[in-house]
């Protein structure tokens, strides 16, 4: 099968697909010194909340405060700059607050917005994300940042993913979504049968419960169900920025009657798919990339992708989709 | 229940178990540049095989190549040793093969031991472990170690872990083994079901088919079910020396009426614990500190260990289990 397909693979093996999302350079690595500043709150190491590309950094260093009625200046940028180390950009003492930083950021992105001074923010959501620590818990929020802009701070994600499956004549079978040709990001491409961003303050479960809701129609007596089966992190580099992703991973075992229906318009429909099915699909690039990590992390779980013979590269994979953000250059 | 065994536990929570062993300090941390060699192949950054303490570069740079009889030196040693990045013990072009560096480093290790060199070759084992470069497959073996050498020279090491598991009235029970009150290393603490290291040239599948007959008197037509289910990564430096180990994960459901029964003498016994019991012997350290991990990562997979309530820390216990060997700093 493998060799009547290959033309029209995107991706030769497992590893090639995980690495194009995990793509964004290792500190051990020299492209890693691409001009790239952290962003911390303070001077410990533990502080690091974001990576800025060096045109974000300029940006920020051009911006007058004035512009949008603050006077505290709000960043200080290490001096420095020649060294290889880690270059910082480091919030200034009055911002030692949620509430300082979460206002001052908006005011930024909203001032870069409406200047166009950054094509990304034309996608501008309305939707706000929760900001932590590179190192810290989802109870350690620093403050909050528009979705969009996340991007242009590289500050963390987090969400939950949901691989829905059933057994039909002992074979095992995974319900699969097909996203709506309309929707704002990758159209018309496959997803796991629910996944959704974890809202502020909000619980891990309980967003699992609420997305399984909105975009599947799965009732709580069926989504309570669904079993923790690990996290996965990773960092993807791209037009956008940067985006260091954390997804919590669940596993939901449904009855071979049950069908999924599309609810909030963000799914274009389900397909129930086979092992041979998945593995194709992820081959031919057909998955939104991350949900490709997920149903590649499935996969090796439930004992489908083997050590042995599917995949030399079994630990490297593994590896990539499980990424330390070890940015703390002590 | 925590509350009351708490004066017996060793660990506060199961991060604080992982770190134990995963403790050797990440590139990016300042403990890193503690004086440690890499040792190369040859120059290129892909061919890093080992990790050596300052200690072992001086017994290999006192070496007299004219005590084990051999002519060509072995070793060239980065010259610029107030430099901060790595330091490489480095292959000379001579042991450019399989065949002559596995005799070197033999001779090398027997004059250490027959001389008292080194305390840790006492316990001299006479078992090989194959070496493979840090980034590579189980498939690219550049030469042979004595398994205690190994620490010394910090090579990479494989093994699998099989976690054997039933349901006792719907409850998840998991058949643990206690290891034997006379083995040469943690005797009488606890031990996944089945575990073993990779022979050498011998397939993944295959080291379980036979650690599962020697270890457990496990017959084929149970042993072929046991599914892979991911590999861990980690690297621990103890007295020993440096062990960056890479364990592939089995699962194996059994029948409650199958009973493991020790066959080669290296179990003491086995007995069926309750996910209560397994979380309890966790934090009270009577697990074999690796083994700890295995059992951590199954409680994850099957949702016993949840991001919401048990751990904080979720994120980062996956993180430290799934460690990538990077040392290339190019």
Known sequence: MMSNTSSQQKFSNYLELVKETNNYPYPTHKPYKQGHWLL????????????????VVELLKEFKLSSVGFAEPVFHFSSDELKEENKFVTFSEFYDSYEKRTQIIKAILTYWRDNSLHESLKGWR????PVIP???????IVFEIERVGSFLFGTSSFGVHLNGYTFVD??????????????QTWPGMLDNMVAGGIALGEKVSTTVIRECEEEASIKYEISSKAKS???LTYITHSKYG???ETQYIYDLELTPDFVPTPNDGEVGGFQLASIEELKEYLLKGEFK???GLIVIDFLIRHGYIKPDDDEPQYRDILLNIHRAFEFNFE
């Open 134 to 140: 590179y190192t810290g818990s989802l109870k350690e």
């Open 229 to 231: 089966c690990g996290s």
């Open 242 to 244: 940067i985006a260091p």
């Open 289 to 291: 990339p991350n949900c």
């Open 126 to 129: 309305n939707e706000l994300y």
């Open 170 to 183: 002992g074979e095992m079978k995974m319900w699969i979504a097909r996203r709506s040709p309309t929707k």
């Open 40 to 55: 911390r709150l303070n001077n410990t190491s533990n502080s690091v909340v974001g990576i800025l590309e060096l045109r």
